[in-house]
């Protein structure tokens, strides 16, 4: 599919670069295509870790896999072991590499490839996420992954975030390094990261100290509403978050002959609803509070045994988002007090917040400059917004003293992020691929001030 490193010869200048990533273009969008297809939810991408596997051993990267990389007991949002095994067998009628689901399998669906260039120098890591949505993707001729035969097979999951997309970036960075590592120094990390969907998978993976040797440290996102041919080097407008279900376990009775002896869960979990989203909010910064889901009962004459809440909280700073959430534990605990019925929370994913560093935000920009291939060069995007877990990865670099920051590389997009028509231009995936290229190409120039 694509050429071997060992039979090219490596770019003699950022010009040279880019015009060798052009050349991927077609093969970057053939994978991208197969991804979108066999889409995959966080903790089942099974078939995309066994082909990111693949390819990376092909392209000759040192490879630490599964367990080797997540920490089991910091997993959130696991599927049931049921689950796990079904899709391990989706996976593989799919086309799943059968040599390397041994190591994934139980939902351990992460890789790190390290590239080791025998010259001193920093450790550079980049995290791309690999899972798709828990959502079904519109099947008609309005939309071009079904016009031209890429659109999900797998009902229930489709990749309306990019992170097909962000799957294959991170492929052709590694194909690209390879190619360049005579020109490089120190050491390469490639974070191939499970379960970003619902703030999952990254903690697991820092837990797992993936990132604890990283000096300088990128993630990177297409799209999120910012324009073609616009770079953001420093990502600043993610909040902290706590994702948590919530079940309320009562008693049964006939609701018509005897409810005084029924403990109704419905009703309590009604009342935590209206509690949650009447909190106050926290003067220090933005917060958000939300219940998506609630369901309860059994039949209408009968008094509700058991209810399940989804439910998240959010923060501009990881202070405000804790004081969210545990005003809406005590919320919880008062409902199912007044209604006398019991209770049990299970986390489901979180996130931080985080602010790039400086530093890194105007390396990234001088590289994105000297590249010419954007409009407008953007340091920093302020505002609080959505989540990514991304940041205990971030947060994790820069305790021990390291640079971190997170790109998005814009596009035009045919409908918003999470939207059943979501799809994006390819054409994005070769300006990731050159920008974070050029950060390892050049690391020798940069400066803390």
């Known amino acids: 599919m694509v050429t071997e490193a060992s039979e090219l010869s490596a770019p003699s200048s950022l010009q040279a670069l880019s015009k060798r990533v052009d050349t991927l273009f077609t093969d970057l969008q053939t994978r991208r295509r197969d991804l979108h297809k066999y889409a995959e939810s966080g903790w089942l991408e099974f078939r995309t870790s066994t082909i990111v596997a693949e390819r990376l051993s092909e392209l000759g990267y040192s490879l630490q896999l599964g367990r080797e990389v997540i920490d089991a007991d910091s997993r959130m949002g696991l599927p049931s072991a049921e689950v796990l095994q079904q899709q391990e067998q989706r996976a593989l009628e799919q086309g799943a590499i059968a040599r390397w689901m041994p190591h994934f399998s139980g939902g351990f669906t992460g890789i790190v490839a390290t590239l080791e260039t025998g010259r001193p120098g920093p450790v550079i890591g980049y995290r791309v996420d690999m899972d798709a949505l828990d959502l079904n993707e519109l099947q008609n001729d309005d939309h071009r992954p079904y016009r031209e035969g890429f659109s999900s097979l797998n009902g229930g999951m489709m990749h309306a975030c990019g992170h097909d997309g962000h799957t294959t970036i991170g492929l052709g960075l590694a194909q690209l390094l390879m190619e360049l590592r005579d020109r490089l120094c120190g050491t390469i990390k490639l974070i191939f990261q499970p379960a ?5 998978g990254a903690k697991s993976m820092v837990a797992a100290g993936v990132v604890d040797d990283v000096d300088f440290f990128t993630a990177v996102h297409i799209g999120t ?23 309320f376990t009562g008693v049964a009775a006939h609701a018509g002959g005897n409810p005084e002896q029924g403990r109704n869960a419905l009703l309590a979990a009604a009342q935590a609803t209206l509690g949650l989203h009447a909190l106050p909010r926290h003067s220090a910064g933005s917060s958000r509070i939300n219940v998506g889901v609630l369901q309860a009962g059994t039949g ?3 008094v509700p045994s058991s209810a399940m809440m989804k439910v998240e ?17 005590k919320v919880i605990s008062g409902a199912a007090e007044m ?25 990234i920009h001088r590289q994105a400059e000297q590249l010419g291939l954007f409009e407008e060069i953007i340091d920093r995007q302020e505002g609080a917004a959505g989540s990514e877990d991304a940041t205990y990865m971030m947060e994790r670099v820069k305790s021990l003293g390291g640079q971190a ?25 070769t300006q990731g691929i050159k920008t ?14």
């Open 196 to 200: 970003e969907e619902g703030t999952r």
């Open 225 to 247: 509403g910012v324009p073609a041919n616009h770079i953001v080097c420093g990502n600043d407008t993610f909040m902290a978050t706590t994702k948590l279900d919530v079940v």
């Open 300 to 302: 209408r004459n009968v």
């Open 313 to 329: 909280t959010r923060g501009a700073t990881n202070e405000v988002n804790e004081f969210i959430y545990q005003q809406a534990l």
């Open 339 to 363: 209604y006398q019925v019991q209770f049990e929370t299970r986390l489901m994913g979180a996130a931080q917040s985080s602010t790039p560093t400086e530093p890194w935000v105007k390396y």
């Open 405 to 429: 920051s997170y790109v998005i590389f814009g596009t035009d997009l045919s409908a918003g992020h999470h939207n059943e028509k979501f799809d994006f231009d390819e054409k994005v995936m």
């Open 436 to 449: 974070l290229a050029a950060l390892a190409l050049n690391i020798n120039s940069f400066k803390e001030h």
